[in-house]
């Protein structure tokens, strides 16, 4: 049964003139250079009697508050260097600070709390960017989601560049299908994978022009005053003019034409020790706690020949022991942290847990099995899920353990937390941090298996253990397969994962599955205009990354310090109505795996690899569902698809021998499709 799916860094040398400067962070003064300290001051020109001077700042309306670059929306341009602060404490040098006037307080004038941003030191690697014109462009010869590589092309009317790297991005470009204000119609860059972790990146635009017809957009007075080396009256706009002459320098050096730029603005990406850094110290701390064999568990009841069909000998279930780091083990819970700022061990919490015992391992068809570790769909529970027929069938044929608990944070008890979540945004930080306990929860959940739990005699048979320690997979589907990323990257003992499909970027995916319809109103009931939805869902990836697969996909392969490499195998969905394919996409260009020959899809940027194939792959099987709306709409069919693929002969096939042997062989005579 299907689940629904919800949500000191060192400048670039810039140009004065013909003369290179050094710069600081924006709202530092550059340093004098030895040059102009040598250079004697020219005599004033004679000019009549009256000396030449410079000429007087030119008046702008500036904020206290708002990014003035685009005047009609407050926090627009997204991402900007405009809410970043230098901070020689952190890793980037810079801290993230929005001030609550700047926030979209919604219906019910609600001012957020904005504390949980200013523990990170830039902007969210898997961060949308976005702005908006007075109308809404005309994006012929833009870089569309079917032609990626185009943004990467000299002429690119977007540009997306690393500025510490002088490399230019890929994205797609498309106009917000949700608008209902032509004059707030937000302009989407869609990353195709992350940001590199503590880079500073400048976006450019340029050559649009409105897609009624007429003249191309003017650039704001602000803007144009940065562009064109005009001083303003406004300290707040000056204090950015360092860091944007950083900026117009490297994009001149990247043959971008700055003069006849429309927009342009740049921010800086998070380090990752600003966005792992709770959670990779409560696990660090829990390690510890849990030894190598776990705590402790507790059997509380136990069906033989559970779901009568020869499948399963038995339903065990009870609690396991788990370090806890929150104010509380029921949601809403926050982390709590010590005097130093780290999380702050609270308590040893009894979490439920269920296994699955296959009839194979008990009749000695096989001898011992591995134990598989399963994530259940979003706001579902972990018994409900190993508990299906589907996922028995998965564990009768692999002759394996499956254990699974509900996943805090995005578990059906939390559904409440997530509804006022939507309706008032400062409360999204009890669903982060309660996620972040929650990976901690299956972490221990593997090790405790692996060790104390095993020797249980409810998981034996006449006096012979049925779990193989030395073999622990990790499988999950839809939010199983999205979090089961984060899960593989951290887990000391799982380095190989089935992720059935999975996404990554939240904030993205929700807006195009069919899943997202039943949540939108209570969003909407809290913040009725569009253009503050748009600004918000963004704003939450960066409290998602700590626990989102944005902020560990991309460190699988290699491994995080002390943790890895995995290996991982992702299965998607042709025409995915509730994870969108766009979605699973982006997540596994993050990984940096290839595309198996038999997928029915090769997205732009994916080596294709023959099958057999050893090693991390990306396959995508056709089951028959019907095309999904362009651009960020729910679809407005289910046809099956999403549920249906991990059962199909050919994605257990697939499964079946990659877990054993490493090779990824799909068994298709051509694309994987009905035909």
Same mark, same amino acid.
């Given at each position: 049964?299907?689940?629904?799916?919800?949500? *000191?860094?060192?400048?670039?040398?810039?140009?004065?003139?013909?003369?290179?400067?050094?710069?600081?962070?924006?709202?530092?003064?550059?340093?004098?250079?030895?040059?102009?300290?040598? *250079?004697?001051?020219?005599?004033?020109?004679?000019?009549?009697?009256?000396?030449?001077?410079?000429?007087?700042?030119?008046?702008?309306?500036?904020?206290?508050? @708002? &990014?003035?670059?685009?005047?009609?929306? @407050?926090?627009?341009?997204?991402?900007?260097?405009?809410?970043?602060? +230098?901070?020689?404490?952190?890793?980037?040098?810079?801290?993230?600070?929005?001030?609550?006037?700047? =926030?979209?307080?919604?219906? =019910?004038?609600?001012?957020?709390?904005?504390?949980?941003?200013?523990?990170?030191?830039?902007?969210?690697?898997?961060?949308?960017?976005?702005? #908006?014109?007075?109308?809404?462009? &005309?994006?012929?010869?833009?870089?569309?989601? !079917?032609?990626?590589?185009?943004?990467?092309?000299?002429? /690119?009317?977007?540009?997306?560049?690393?500025?510490?790297?002088?490399?230019?991005?890929?994205?797609?470009?498309?106009?917000?299908?949700?608008?209902?204000?032509?004059?707030?119609?937000?302009?989407?860059?869609?990353?195709?994978?992350?940001?590199?972790?503590?880079?500073?990146?400048?976006?450019?635009?340029?050559?649009?022009?409105?897609?009624?017809?007429?003249?191309?957009?003017?650039?704001?007075?602000?803007?144009?005053?940065?562009?064109? $080396?005009?001083?303003?009256?406004?300290?707040? #706009?000056?204090?950015?003019?360092?860091?944007?002459?950083?900026?117009?320098?490297?994009?001149?050096?990247?043959?971008?034409?700055?003069?006849?730029?429309?927009?342009?603005?740049?921010?800086?990406?998070?380090?990752?020790?600003?966005?792992?850094?709770?959670?990779?110290?409560?696990?660090? !701390?829990?390690?510890?706690?849990?030894?190598?064999?776990?705590?402790?568990?507790?059997?509380?009841?136990?069906?033989?020949?559970?779901?009568?069909?020869?499948? *399963?000998?038995?339903?065990?279930? $009870?609690?396991?022991?788990?370090?806890?780091?929150?104010?509380?083990?029921?949601?809403?819970?926050?982390?709590?942290?010590?005097?130093?700022?780290?999380?702050?061990?609270?308590?040893?919490?009894?979490?439920?847990?269920?296994?699955?015992?296959?009839?194979?391992?008990?009749?000695?068809?096989?001898?011992?099995?591995?134990?598989?570790?399963?994530?259940?769909?979003?706001?579902? *529970?972990?018994?409900?899920?190993?508990?299906?027929?589907?996922?028995?069938?998965?564990?009768?044929?692999?002759?394996?353990?499956?254990?699974?608990?509900?996943?805090?944070?995005?578990?059906?008890?939390?559904?409440?937390?997530?509804?006022?979540?939507?309706?008032?945004?400062?409360?999204?930080?009890? #669903?982060?941090?309660?996620?972040?306990?929650?990976?901690?929860?299956?972490?221990?959940?593997?090790?405790?298996?692996?060790?104390? @739990?095993?020797?249980? +005699?409810?998981?034996?048979?006449?006096?012979?253990?049925?779990?193989?320690?030395?073999?622990?997979?990790?499988?999950?589907?839809?939010?199983?397969?999205?979090?089961?990323?984060?899960?593989?990257?951290? /887990?000391?003992?799982?380095?190989?994962?089935?992720?059935?499909?999975?996404?990554?970027?939240?904030?993205?995916?929700?807006?195009?599955?069919?899943?997202?319809?039943?949540?939108?109103?209570?969003?909407?009931?809290?913040?009725?205009?569009?253009?503050?939805?748009?600004?918000?869902?963004?704003?939450?990836?960066?409290?998602?990354?700590?626990?989102?697969?944005?902020?560990?996909?991309?460190?699988?392969?290699?491994?995080?310090? $002390?943790?890895?490499?995995?290996? #991982?195998? /992702?299965?998607?969905?042709?025409?995915?109505?509730?994870?969108?394919?766009?979605?699973?996409?982006?997540?596994?260009?993050?990984?940096?795996?290839?595309?198996?020959?038999?997928?029915?899809?090769?997205?732009?940027?994916?080596?294709?690899?023959?099958?057999?194939?050893?090693?991390? $792959?990306?396959?995508?099987?056709?089951?028959?569902?019907?095309?999904?709306?362009?651009?960020?709409?729910?679809?407005?069919?289910?046809?099956?698809?999403?549920?249906?693929?991990?059962?199909?002969?050919?994605?257990?096939?697939?499964?079946?021998?990659?877990?054993?042997?490493?090779?990824?062989?799909?068994?298709?005579?051509?694309? @994987?499709?009905?035909?």
């Amino acid at each position: 049964m299907r689940q629904p799916l919800l949500p *000191t860094v060192a400048l670039l040398v810039a140009c004065a003139g013909s003369k290179p400067i050094e710069t600081g962070p924006a709202g530092t003064t550059p340093p004098q250079t030895d040059t102009e300290a040598d *250079t004697e001051t020219e005599p004033p020109v004679e000019t009549g009697g009256d000396s030449e001077t410079e000429p007087a700042p030119i008046h702008v309306e500036a904020s206290a508050h @708002c &990014d003035d670059l685009v005047p009609s929306t @407050c926090l627009l341009p997204f991402p900007s260097d405009r809410y970043l602060e +230098p901070d020689a404490t952190t890793v980037t040098g810079w801290r993230l600070v929005y001030p609550p006037e700047a =926030f979209p307080t919604g219906l =019910f004038k609600i001012v957020p709390d904005l504390t949980p941003f200013s523990r990170l030191d830039g902007h969210s690697p898997a961060t949308q960017i976005m702005t #908006v014109f007075a109308a809404p462009p &005309d994006l012929t010869g833009a870089a569309l989601v !079917d032609d990626i590589g185009r943004s990467l092309e000299p002429d /690119s009317p977007t540009v997306v560049l690393d500025l510490d790297t002088g490399e230019r991005v890929p994205h797609w470009v498309e106009l917000d299908a949700r608008a209902d204000d032509p004059e707030r119609t937000v302009l989407y860059l869609r990353l195709a994978s992350v940001l590199a972790e503590g880079h500073r990146y400048g976006v450019a635009i340029r050559g649009l022009q409105p897609a009624g017809g007429g003249d191309a957009y003017a650039p704001s007075e602000v803007f144009a005053a940065l562009r064109d $080396g005009v001083t303003t009256d406004a300290e707040v #706009v000056e204090a950015r003019r360092p860091g944007f002459d950083v900026m117009f320098a490297a994009f001149a050096d990247a043959g971008v034409d700055v003069g006849a730029l429309q927009q342009a603005w740049w921010f800086h990406t998070a380090s990752g020790a600003s966005i792992r850094h709770d959670i990779l110290a409560m696990r660090a !701390d829990a390690l510890v706690r849990l030894g190598p064999d776990g705590i402790g568990c507790t059997v509380t009841s136990v069906e033989e020949g559970y779901g009568g069909d020869g499948l *399963t000998a038995r339903r065990v279930r $009870g609690t396991f022991t788990v370090p806890n780091y929150t104010d509380s083990v029921a949601p809403p819970s926050r982390i709590v942290h010590d005097a130093s700022g780290l999380p702050a061990h609270q308590r040893d919490a009894e979490v439920a847990f269920t296994a699955i015992v296959p009839q194979a391992l008990v009749d000695g068809t096989v001898e011992v099995g591995p134990l598989v570790t399963f994530g259940h769909g979003l706001l579902g *529970t972990g018994e409900g899920s190993v508990s299906g027929s589907q996922v028995r069938q998965g564990a009768q044929d692999a002759g394996a353990v499956f254990v699974a608990t509900d996943w805090a944070g995005m578990a059906s008890e939390d559904i409440p937390t997530i509804a006022t979540a939507l309706a008032d945004v400062s409360n999204f930080v009890a #669903v982060t941090d309660r996620l972040q306990q929650g990976m901690i929860n299956q972490i221990a959940l593997t090790r405790t298996f692996l060790g104390v @739990c095993r020797a249980l +005699p409810e998981l034996s048979e006449g006096g012979r253990a049925l779990i193989d320690p030395s073999r622990a997979y990790y499988v999950g589907g839809s939010q199983g397969g999205i979090y089961g990323a984060t899960l593989l990257a951290l /887990s000391p003992d799982i380095e190989q994962g089935v992720l059935y499909v999975n996404g990554a970027v939240f904030p993205f995916m929700m807006e195009r599955s069919i899943d997202y319809a039943p949540y939108l109103p209570l969003f909407q009931a809290g913040y009725p205009a569009r253009i503050d939805q748009a600004v918000l869902l963004p704003m939450a990836q960066h409290l998602w990354d700590s626990s989102d697969p944005t902020g560990y996909l991309q460190h699988l392969t290699a491994g995080l310090d $002390g943790i890895g490499p995995k290996r #991982v195998l /992702s299965i998607a969905a042709h025409n995915d109505a509730q994870v969108p394919n766009l979605s699973s996409d982006q997540a596994m260009r993050m990984v940096g795996v290839p595309v198996i020959e038999g997928s029915t899809r090769t997205p732009w940027g994916f080596p294709v690899e023959a099958s057999p194939y050893t090693g991390s $792959g990306y396959v995508t099987i056709d089951v028959g569902d019907p095309p999904v709306p362009d651009g960020n709409l729910s679809p407005t069919v289910e046809a099956g698809g999403h549920s249906a693929v991990p059962s199909t002969a050919t994605a257990v096939s697939i499964v079946q021998r990659w877990l054993r042997d490493g090779v990824i062989e799909v068994p298709c005579d051509g694309p @994987c499709d009905p035909d």
